[in-house]
């Protein structure tokens, strides 16, 4: 191991390194789930290593939530100067990576792998309308009903801890855009700002007085009964059979937001 190389290892991570790897100047790996290596292997100079990533969706990039996958890197391999290798990828035994390569799907044994200069950019799909839910909880009365009939439509739902499978589960829907450990103010606030109503859908108790803030910058609130946690005239309420009444209400208010009416 060579100067400057910086090994990180999360709590309960495991790094198995075999006889004989080598790592030259500059490399890194940070190692939060597994990272494998087998015998002979070598490194060029600053070659990275991630077996995670922040998580992210069409409008924010996450600062402390993670997605991880385990890495495994084979025997007799050569991986090239600056090549950077992400989660979730296993390299085969007796493969060649050449300098400057981004490796992001599995390699098989016995590969020549080389850098192509292209570089492919798409557009995110930014939605024309806005949607927001601050929640403790994933029960949120109607949200499948209102994703699927207001497509037009972005949910930004954010939760200030991590979220069930349960609710991760909606992540399925193009139009969901999921907000894990949302603590900030300014990130809360940044999602209010975008956004074109409210939706107060969520059980147990409102999150850091997000109903209040609302109202405060005007922005129209939606609610059904059975879950509203307050009581303003400016709140536009619901019984859960009138679902179809809510989306109508919804369309209209962005019909005339969108017209200055």
Not at 134 to 155: A, H, N, R
């Given at each position: ?35 494998t ?16 990533n922040h ?11 993670m ?41 098989p ?145 962005l ?7």
């Amino acid at each position: 191991m060579r100067s400057f190389t910086s090994l990180e290892v999360f709590m309960g991570a495991i790094l198995s390194i075999e006889e004989g790897v080598f790592f030259n100047d500059h490399c890194s790996i940070r190692c939060t789930e597994k990272i494998t290596i087998g015998r002979d292997t070598m490194f060029g100079d600053g070659v990275r290593i991630f077996d995670s990533n922040h998580k992210f969706n069409n409008y924010h990039v996450f600062k402390t939530a993670m997605s991880s996958a385990p890495i495994h890197i084979g025997r007799d391999c050569w991986i090239g100067a600056n090549t950077v290798i992400l989660r979730g990828v296993t390299i085969g035994d007796n493969v060649v990576i050449g300098a400057n390569c981004l490796i992001y799907q599995d390699i098989p044994s016995n590969s020549i792998v080389t850098h192509s200069e292209q570089l492919k950019i798409t557009s995110k799909n930014i939605a024309k309308f806005h949607a927001f839910v601050y929640t403790y909880s994933d029960q949120l009365e109607g949200l499948e009903y209102l994703l699927i009939s207001l497509p037009e439509v972005d949910f930004h739902v954010a939760a200030p801890t991590n979220v069930s499978d349960y609710l991760r589960s909606f992540e399925r829907f193009k139009n969901f855009q999921l907000y894990e450990y949302c603590q900030s103010r300014e990130v809360s606030d940044r999602i209010l700002e975008m956004a074109d109503f409210y939706l107060d859908i969520n059980h147990w108790n409102e999150v850091d007085d997000i109903i209040g803030r609302a109202l405060e910058r005007g922005k129209p609130i939606f609610a059904f009964e059975n879950v509203v946690h307050r009581k303003n005239e400016e709140i536009h309420v619901f019984s859960l059979k009138d679902e179809d009444k809510m989306v109508a209400t919804i369309r209209h208010q962005l019909k005339v937001d969108r017209n200055g009416e």
